[in-house]
């Protein structure tokens, strides 16, 4: 971590288009959770928009002192149909970032749900992320996916993530 971080921010590409890490700090920065959802939203360096305020609700309650969010498709778009419509959804360098988001955190946790699947999305990055630290999710789609955490109970504990589903 950054010695002079800013308790809040995000890191966007020039256009505004792109998301490609977003944090929040309150307490001990090295006691930081990362959640790896499926693409960025409306959520910006001072403001939060549902799921990263239900990622915050889940961090602190778990007691960490910093969140940082990054995603399987670094573009920004409310709906998954929206997603599917941009011409680079990945964004350039958002591996690169999300390596670095993984070094940093002391718990990583995955949580793009069934749409992480398209374009091969859930499968690289499982396998990117494999051997690195221990993964874990909220619990698993009927389709073995990691659940999106926007509308599953406050009161969830992380449970180890198995790389073995689809």
């Known amino acids: 971590m950054a010695p002079n ?5 995000a ?8 998301r490609y ?26 403001k939060d928009d549902p799921t990263i305020r239900r990622c915050l609700g889940y961090a602190r309650g778990w007691g960490y002192g910093a969140l940082e969010v990054c995603n399987l498709f670094a573009y920004r778009a409310t709906y ?6 941009a011409q680079e ?11 670095l988001a993984v070094q940093r955190a002391t718990t990583v946790l995955v949580a793009w749900g069934a749409n992480g699947a398209w374009q091969g ?3 690289r990055m499982v396998q990117m992320l ?19 955490p926007l509308r599953l109970r406050s009161d969830l504990k992380p449970v180890l993530f198995s790389p073995s589903g689809p």
């Not at 971080?5 to 921010?9: Q, V």
């Not at 998954?80 to 419509?85: D, E, V």
Request: proline fraction near 9%.
């Open 21 to 46: 890490r977003l944090w929040r700090i309150w307490g001990n920065p090295e006691s930081r959770v990362l959640f790896i959802l499926l693409n960025p939203s409306t959520a910006t360096a001072m």
């Open 89 to 99: 959804p990945i964004g350039a360098g958002n591996d690169a970032v999300i390596q």
């Open 121 to 123: 999305q859930h499968q």
């Open 130 to 148: 494999s051997g690195l630290k221990p993964i874990y999710c909220l619990g698993l789609t009927k389709a073995g996916y990691p659940k999106h």
């Open 11 to 18: 890191e966007f590409d020039s256009t505004n288009k792109y």
């Open 80 to 85: 998954p149909k929206h997603l599917r419509q």
């Open 5 to 9: 971080e800013p308790a809040s921010g």
